[in-house]
């Protein structure tokens, strides 16, 4: 697929996903970005801001089937991934799909549910398979959770072991609109309470399966030169040699930088990576992967802004 076609199908998801959704500008990038390489993604916000409404929006722009599961903190793993019941008609056991068995699938408020029914995503996200009753069922190569979370409410919530955090690809910041903005969500939406239903708006499918395939294939052929990739391993490696990190980001977040800059710049027409795209996608990759030293938390610093010092202090080819 030539590149002008990319950025042509990426032009019209943003338009689309623009009709439901006022500003944004920067999370929807980045969810294109991941849809391109395969990726997970984690949205945190606090409520209100948008973060289902527009993984919905994203999803109808797409001809993916697509689910939702409302996590709650009763909920069990076979909720999710299924179980298998028996059939007294035919004497045998059958399988009922949990909602994973989709592939776009929408987890709302994941950290309201607890580790063990987050577990149950962590091969699903992992390997695109569940495993019930011993017997391994695949889920597609377009399988895709894009979840949600609450950064502020803390009673009732479980937080995300890192092992699953280590599975999205972004952890993306839905932060407040501007003025400006909010002015035109409440010019747009002010005469409801409710959350608008998608058929509201018109949106309209702008690629397949076959054609996201293409795009991937695409995303996959740019160019990444020697002096990116050591880059990007001496930004990751950099997260686990700097005083106030803990643990820093695995080989796993080297190869999600790698993967996801390729993206990057197919969406924005070129087939070579910038260090620009690096420095741009680098907070988002690795916010949620490095573990904060207890003396930086009581510090007040925060993954981002440790994130920025590396890219600060590590040279960037020219």
């Given at each position: 697929m030539e590149l002008q076609r990319v950025a042509h199908i990426a032009d019209g998801?943003?338009?689309?996903?623009?009709?439901?959704i006022v500003g944004q500008d920067e999370v929807i990038e980045l969810m294109l970005t991941g849809l391109l390489c395969g990726g997970h993604i984690l949205?945190?916000?606090?409520?209100?801001?948008?973060?289902?409404l527009l993984a919905q929006a994203f999803a109808s722009t797409l001809s993916l089937k697509f689910g939702r599961v409302q996590f709650t903190p009763d909920m069990m793993p076979g909720d999710v991934i299924g179980t298998n019941l028996f059939n007294f008609q035919t004497n045998a056991f059958v399988l009922t799909e949990g909602p994973i068995f989709t592939d776009l699938l929408l987890a709302d408020e994941i950290n309201r549910t607890p580790p063990k029914t987050q577990a149950a995503l962590l091969q699903a996200m992992n390997e695109r398979a569940v495993t019930i009753d011993g017997k391994t069922y695949a889920l597609g190569a377009d399988f895709m959770v894009v979840a949600t979370q609450n950064p502020i409410e803390q009673q009732g919530t479980y937080p995300l072991p890192e092992a699953q955090l280590d599975r999205f690809l972004f952890k993306i910041d839905v932060t407040y609109p501007s003025r400006d903005e909010e002015r035109a969500i409440v010019t747009q939406h002010g005469h409801r309470s409710a959350m608008?239903?998608?058929?509201?708006f018109g949106i309209q499918t702008q690629a397949d399966p076959a054609v996201l395939a293409d795009l991937r294939a695409t995303s996959e052929q740019i160019v990444l030169t020697p002096q990116i990739i050591d880059y990007v391993v001496d930004v990751v490696r950099a997260t686990r040699q700097h005083p106030a990190i803990e643990t820093g980001g695995s080989t796993r977040a080297?190869?999600?930088?790698?993967?996801?800059?390729?993206?990057?710049?197919?969406?924005?027409?070129?087939?070579?990576?910038?260090?620009?795209?690096?420095?741009?996608?680098?907070?988002p990759i690795l916010r949620h992967r490095i573990v904060l030293a207890p003396n930086a938390e009581i510090d007040g610093l925060t993954p981002d802004r440790i994130v920025n010092e590396i890219l600060d202090q590590t040279a960037a080819p020219r």
């Open positions: 998801i943003r338009k689309e996903v623009g009709k439901a949205l945190e916000g606090v409520p209100g801001t948008g973060k289902t608008p239903k998608l058929s509201d080297a190869n999600a930088l790698a993967a996801s800059v390729r993206a990057l710049a197919a969406l924005n027409g070129r087939d070579f990576v910038i260090p620009d795209d690096v420095k741009r996608l680098a907070r």
